[in-house]
């Protein structure tokens, strides 16, 4: 295929492509999963200590977080598909170098090394996704069967790595990235036309920017683990909040200033980005805390075990699968600006009823997993979609990275907000059972306000996202939604 070629009709004349971009899309699903159940025998054949293993995970989600802009804002410089095939490269080595890991600290490269690769090719995979097509039906299809993938990806992934554990080493874990990474590259490379020269852009880099939106980004990623892992009595995460909000100023005061900055800000204005971004971060927030809470209610405080407690979270793991289906029909009924504020409404329906239902039985614990799971099924990708459509066409990767990151900084934001409510309201260790009547009592009043902050917070970030929406032009039709061109018209989406 060439750049030259026309645009694919059907998704089957993009098959190879799709597959290449599914593969890259389970690797950044699978890959934490998968880690996480041999978390117990790394630390004992590495020694590890509990915050070496923190630092296995965390160090891929701070890097991979951390330089995702970065790496969209180069792709969209120097080629999309190029930069995602150094980045499987990357991917393919770092996994054949867990082999010969023998420390915790070399474990720990070899993650970073990973989150390297992961802010390489991740965003672009939906980039490529979306300038695969030229209807908007098509890519949003694209887009759903690419996260479909990858969330089964991320639904296996313990169970598949309990198996595995069971007559291989762990390392196993981390060589079959290998196999993917090769998949990936084969099918990108042989289905994804190099990007056209006009829709690249030959601005300079912005090495300022770049360096202050990773270290607001690292740092904002950072802080909620502190106030989780430390409590809100200490001075380290208020630090590390503080140093956030001062780089994020800094930030945007030089992409405000800067002749050609990383990121422009006006793009951000584009009511189907900023409403996008607002859908997608609420959505993050949500299935980030409600989590947290349900899994911790359910086996510390109704005395679950962990295999009933898995069980529990099968609704949640139903529809974020099956929930794909229904994308294209909503789709076609309501068109996807209404797609995307009605599918964030049921997110924050099923955090309020959680927060007033969900301690008088399990019944009202799974509607609340079923409706942020069927919001945020179809707002990842119908959110999404919008921000690209909402950008120049030499901005895209750069879009989708902004997509990424917001949900990845908003998970960690939703984390933190239950946690350290959950430990200014408790008192002792949550994890020392059993408790008193009197901790009980904490915990479950502890529950209730920290999904009630967390209403309020998606609540907050919908009603903002639905007001941009208001201004964005909304077709007639459903099949006006569906043939509608790339983007309206708008100031914004002059290629600077």
């Given at each position: 295929?060439?750049?030259?070629?026309?645009?694919p009709?059907?998704?089957?004349?993009?098959?190879?492509?799709?597959?290449?971009?599914?593969?890259?899309?389970l690797?950044?699903?699978?890959?934490?999963?998968?880690?996480?159940?041999?978390?117990?025998?790394?630390?004992?054949?590495?020694?590890?200590?509990?915050?070496?293993l923190?630092?296995?995970?965390?160090?891929?989600?701070?890097v991979?977080?951390?330089?995702?802009?970065?790496?969209?804002?180069?792709?969209?410089?120097?080629?999309?598909?190029?930069?995602?095939?150094?980045?499987?490269?990357?991917?393919?080595?770092?996994?054949?170098?867990?082999?010969?890991?023998?420390?915790?600290?070399?474990?720990i490269?070899?993650?970073?090394?990973?989150?390297?690769?992961?802010?390489?090719?991740?965003?672009?995979?939906?980039?490529?996704?979306?300038?695969?097509?030229?209807?908007d039906?098509?890519?949003?299809?694209?887009?759903?069967?690419?996260?479909?993938?990858?969330?089964?990806?991320?639904v296996?992934?313990?169970t598949?790595?309990?198996?595995?554990?069971?007559?291989?080493?762990?390392?196993?874990?981390?060589?079959?990235?290998?196999?993917?990474?090769?998949?990936?590259?084969?099918?990108?490379?042989?289905?994804?036309?190099?990007?056209?020269?006009?829709?690249?852009?030959?601005?300079p880099?912005?090495?300022?920017?770049?360096?202050?939106?990773?270290?607001?980004?690292?740092?904002?990623?950072?802080?909620?683990?502190l106030?989780?892992?430390?409590?809100a009595?200490?001075?380290?995460?208020?630090?590390?909040?503080?140093?956030?909000v001062?780089?994020?100023?800094?930030?945007?005061?030089?992409?405000?200033?800067?002749?050609?900055?990383l990121?422009?800000?006006?793009?951000?204005?584009?009511?189907?980005?900023?409403?996008?971004l607002?859908?997608k971060?609420?959505?993050?927030?949500?299935?980030a805390?409600?989590?947290?809470?349900?899994?911790?209610?359910?086996?510390?405080?109704?005395?679950?075990?962990?295999?009933?407690?898995?069980?529990?979270?099968?609704?949640?793991?139903i529809?974020?699968?099956a929930?794909?289906?229904?994308?294209?029909?909503?789709?076609?009924?309501?068109?996807?600006?209404?797609?995307?504020?009605?599918?964030?409404?049921?997110?924050?329906?099923?955090l309020?009823?959680?927060?007033?239902?969900?301690?008088?039985?399990?019944?009202?614990?799974?509607?609340a997993l079923?409706?942020?799971?069927a919001g945020?099924?179809?707002?990842?990708?119908?959110?999404?979609?919008?921000?690209?459509?909402?950008?120049?066409?030499?901005?895209t990767?750069?879009?989708?990275?902004?997509v990424?990151?917001?949900?990845?900084?908003?998970t960690?934001?939703?984390?933190?907000?239950?946690?350290?409510?959950?430990?200014?309201?408790?008192?002792?260790?949550v994890?020392?059972?059993?408790?008193?009547?009197?901790?009980?009592?904490?915990?479950?009043?502890?529950?209730?306000?920290?999904?009630?902050?967390l209403?309020?917070?998606?609540?907050a970030?919908?009603?903002?996202?639905?007001?941009?929406?208001?201004?964005?032009?909304?077709?007639?039709?459903?099949?006006?939604?569906?043939?509608?061109?790339t983007?309206?018209?708008?100031?914004?989406?002059?290629?600077?």
């Amino acid at each position: 295929m060439t750049s030259s070629d026309p645009a694919p009709q059907t998704l089957r004349h993009a098959g190879v492509a799709l597959a290449g971009l599914s593969a890259v899309f389970l690797f950044e699903m699978l890959d934490n999963s998968i880690l996480t159940v041999a978390l117990p025998t790394i630390g004992r054949e590495l020694g590890t200590s509990t915050v070496g293993l923190q630092w296995v995970t965390g160090a891929y989600t701070v890097v991979f977080g951390g330089l995702m802009l970065v790496f969209g804002a180069l792709s969209d410089r120097f080629g999309r598909r190029r930069i995602m095939l150094v980045g499987l490269v990357l991917l393919g080595l770092a996994s054949l170098a867990t082999a010969f890991v023998t420390t915790t600290d070399q474990l720990i490269a070899v993650r970073a090394a990973m989150g390297v690769a992961a802010a390489m090719t991740t965003p672009g995979s939906m980039a490529l996704a979306f300038r695969l097509f030229r209807e908007d039906g098509l890519r949003v299809r694209a887009i759903n069967l690419i996260s479909t993938v990858g969330l089964v990806g991320l639904v296996v992934g313990p169970t598949a790595g309990g198996f595995v554990l069971s007559f291989a080493p762990w390392q196993v874990l981390l060589l079959v990235n290998v196999p993917i990474a090769a998949l990936a590259w084969i099918g990108i490379r042989a289905g994804v036309a190099a990007d056209a020269p006009e829709d690249l852009h030959r601005d300079p880099l912005d090495v300022a920017g770049g360096l202050l939106g990773t270290a607001t980004i690292v740092l904002a990623l950072v802080a909620p683990t502190l106030f989780v892992e430390e409590g809100a009595g200490s001075w380290t995460p208020w630090v590390a909040t503080l140093a956030a909000v001062a780089a994020g100023t800094l930030f945007v005061w030089r992409e405000r200033t800067a002749r050609h900055p990383l990121l422009e800000l006006r793009l951000l204005a584009h009511p189907l980005v900023s409403s996008g971004l607002a859908f997608k971060a609420a959505a993050g927030m949500a299935i980030a805390g409600l989590g947290y809470l349900v899994t911790l209610q359910l086996q510390l405080d109704w005395g679950w075990p962990p295999a009933l407690a898995s069980l529990g979270m099968l609704p949640q793991v139903i529809v974020l699968i099956a929930g794909g289906a229904a994308v294209r029909p909503l789709m076609n009924r309501f068109g996807l600006e209404r797609l995307a504020w009605m599918s964030s409404i049921a997110v924050v329906a099923g955090l309020a009823v959680y927060a007033l239902l969900g301690s008088f039985g399990y019944v009202w614990v799974a509607v609340a997993l079923v409706l942020v799971s069927a919001g945020l099924r179809v707002v990842g990708v119908v959110a999404g979609t919008n921000v690209l459509r909402g950008l120049p066409e030499d901005r895209t990767t750069i879009g989708a990275a902004l997509v990424d990151t917001a949900s990845e900084v908003t998970t960690g934001v939703g984390l933190a907000l239950v946690g350290t409510i959950l430990a200014a309201m408790f008192a002792g260790t949550v994890t020392a059972t059993p408790w008193t009547p009197a901790q009980t009592g904490e915990f479950r009043a502890a529950v209730e306000v920290g999904a009630l902050a967390l209403t309020a917070v998606s609540a907050a970030l919908v009603a903002y996202g639905f007001l941009r929406t208001r201004r964005a032009p909304i077709p007639n039709t459903p099949a006006q939604a569906s043939s509608a061109p790339t983007a309206p018209p708008d100031p914004a989406r002059s290629t600077p």
